[in-house]
């Protein structure tokens, strides 16, 4: 399982912690990338390869996440959540090499 975290230390009270959560078919690889923007405006982004399942934990105001399937067979779900796992956002593609995207605002 692939984990990560990013944070930015100028967030303040306006910063909310959400969880990134990559499912769908066991072992199907995956690419893409995940913006962080914080409460004054300055982003983060970060590239990450991966296998299903995965998760991320991020922090800040707004989460904007793209992930593409790097196999033909198979479903990538998406799912942008609070900490305590309410899905605020989700997106899923069974597509040959098909994309996922979401936003939070």
Do not use: C, W
């Amino acid at each position: 399982r692939t984990t990560g975290t990013i944070s930015s230390a100028i967030d303040s009270a306006a910063s909310n912690e959400y969880r990134i959560r990559i499912t769908g078919s066991k072992g199907l690889p995956f690419h893409g990338s995940y913006m962080v923007i914080s409460a004054t405006g300055a982003s983060d982004s970060r590239s990450v390869e991966g296998v299903v399942p995965a998760e991320y934990s991020v922090s800040g105001s707004m989460v904007s996440v793209s992930f593409q399937k790097q196999d033909r067979p198979g479903t990538l779900t998406l799912e942008i959540t609070t900490r305590d796992g309410s899905v605020l956002k989700s997106a899923n593609t069974a597509a040959e090499f098909g994309m996922v995207t979401a936003a939070t605002r």
